[in-house]
């Protein structure tokens, strides 16, 4: 299957990228991962709650090694972030999973105020049960972990915006730095989330395994970002969405697009029926350059969408899919209106946006771990 052997390719470059950039950092386990290791594992014992945050498109591959032998327990809960991005009817199937294997987990979005808001709910209610446990401290320190890029800064901002409830702190807003790039973090540092109880999050560097994984594994941190891009080439990780993409469900949700294509506009997503004049209005502020713009993100879906549909092989034979990958390649250059003038480099680019769009949940929605014991 193609999958399968992107996947090898894929876990292969890891590698060879690893082997080649030794001890220096830009492998997959550089010295600040080790010793950010060791910082968190001393801190372990001393937190009162640990949150293991994971990507919830991936609750499996995204685990973070250190905890694997850790006896489950109330102090530890397994949060599956960015579940925006995650098939969203798999997000209760995932808590259940882990109910049965004794862990606590939640399902947050770390860009949604409402849904962080009931997070700090859960999250004081917990404090409060240990409290009555454990009475030595008045102030709560709460310690995120995780592996690179899972958006464990993200999720303390959010909680620390939320959360910073007394008048006294108003305008003391500190914030972690945020990033696309795996690896942003690079110490540990404290914001406050709740006061009366004083409640504190702790930030840390995402740290991966020493020893690389198997290769399903890599394959799935290089398409979410918890590995440098770099590290495999985006162009093979844009291969791997594509395979992902055109063996799921999820393009025939745009089948509407292929159709009275010049009747309508797309507006956040939403489809907007408007006059000539304001069709003329809206046109005028679209920017080609930029893919992020609605009108792209329509016609790449659509180009996906008609790709797949007439398709003529059979997209579980590996062949087969190599060909409607190079179609759609080309198709893509032409949506993302990249000159083809470019030659090799346009397909860099067509790769890097498409890998970008779907990181930021504009091509659909996909749980790719499957729950051990269920088939697709
Ligand atoms: N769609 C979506 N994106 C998110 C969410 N949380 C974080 N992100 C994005 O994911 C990327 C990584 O977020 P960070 O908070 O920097 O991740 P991190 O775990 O702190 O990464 P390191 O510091 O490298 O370990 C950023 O582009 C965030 O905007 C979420 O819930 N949904
Ligand atoms: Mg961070």
Redesign the pocket.
Known sequence: MATATLARQIGDAVKRAARKNGSSGGGWYGPHMAAASRAIAERIPLVDLVLE?RDARIPLSSEYEQLKNYPSSPRRIIVM?????ANRSQIKEWIRYFEQQNCISYG????NKENIKQFLNFLQAQVRELKKIDHSSYTTTIMLV??????????VNSLHQIGRISAAEKGKLKH??????????KNISSLKIGSHPNIYVL?T??VLPPKILDTEVCSKLALT?SIRDCLVGERKIAQYFLAILNLSDEYKKWAKLALNENDRIFVNDKPECLSSSELDMKQKRQYPTDHTQDFIVHDIRRTLFETISSFDGNVEDEKDMCRLMETQFTALREAFRIPMELGEEAQDKVAAKLLNLYR??RLGHYTIDLIPGHTR
């Open positions: 945050v972030n960015k579940m925006d991005l947050v979005n770390s860009h995780g592996i690179p890029n899972v958006g464990k800064s993200a999720l972690a730095i945020v990033s696309p790039h795996p690896g942003e973090t930030d560097p995402g970002g930021t949940g």
